[in-house]
């Protein structure tokens, strides 16, 4: 059973304009949540991530929105630039539970057009 | 500060042969996790090793087994190697296991079993 969810897997956003990219999960007992970005051939690079004790947090063109009641989070990037395109991984922990592994999506592909 | 490094990169085995995949944490950081990632399950926690001890497994049979030596550096063993076993493994390190630890991942070794 798939703990953490991804529905989108790909993603296609105009230069400038906002990509905003979904993630659901079904462990109301995760207590953290991450967003990672990875490059074919590399590893995933951290981008943000936010408390289950929060419900947003932004750095810099990224956001990341919190709904715990409805189990879903989403990344924002505003203005999407070129250099965004890449697999958009979505993870979450359980630390009490699971001593702290994360918890994967199956990743969304986000494709930003010049 | 360096990041986490993986050696090999790249690695081709046979069916049956063992393989042995390294990781070197970043300084400082005494937590070490492996992820196996394959295009249809996705990225897969294998298992966490911290201050020399296995704390937490992922579900995976015991042809996959690790370590990690006093320096936080960290190997992963598989033996009896299978097809399915093609993948990229990554590692991944943090200062310790607190619930908003983030984890850096490295470049991962891309296995081929052929």
């Known amino acids: 059973d798939q703990q953490v969810k991804q529905n989108s897997p790909s993603l296609s956003v105009q230069e400038g304009r906002i990509s905003i990219l979904n993630c659901d999960y079904t462990?109301?007992?995760?207590?953290?949540f991450l967003w990672y970005k990875k490059y074919p051939a590399e590893g995933p690079t951290f981008l943000i991530s936010?408390?289950?004790?929060?419900d947003k947090n932004e750095d810099g063109r990224f956001t990341v929105f919190l709904n715990k009641s409805a189990k879903h989070l989403s990344l924002h990037i505003v203005p999407s630039q070129p250099g965004d395109s890449a697999v958009y991984f979505c993870?979450?922990?359980?630390?009490?539970?699971?001593?702290?592994?994360?918890?994967f999506g199956k990743g969304t592909k986000l494709s930003v057009k010049p | 500060k360096a990041g986490v490094t993986q050696t090999p990169r790249y690695l081709i085995k046979t069916r049956g042969q063992q393989v042995t995949l390294s990781c070197s944490p970043i300084?400082?950081?005494?937590?070490v996790s492996w992820y196996q990632q394959t295009p249809g399950q996705g990225l897969q926690f294998l298992f966490e090793?911290?201050?020399?001890?296995?704390?937490n497994k992922g579900n995976f049979p015991g042809r996959f087994s690790g370590r990690q030596f006093s320096n936080s550096r960290s190997e992963m063993n598989v033996s009896t190697l299978e097809l399915g076993d093609s993948a990229l493994y990554l590692c991944?390190?943090?200062?310790?296991?607190?619930?908003?630890?983030?984890?850096?991942f490295g470049p991962g070794t891309r296995l081929l079993v052929l």
């Open positions: 991944a390190s943090s200062l310790d296991r607190g619930t908003e630890e983030t984890q850096y």
């Open positions: 462990n109301s007992m995760f207590d953290y």
């Open positions: 936010i408390s289950s004790i929060k």
């Open positions: 993870a979450a922990k359980d630390y009490g539970g699971s001593q702290g592994n994360l918890i």
């Open positions: 300084s400082g950081h005494r937590s």
């Open positions: 090793y911290f201050s020399e001890t296995q704390r």
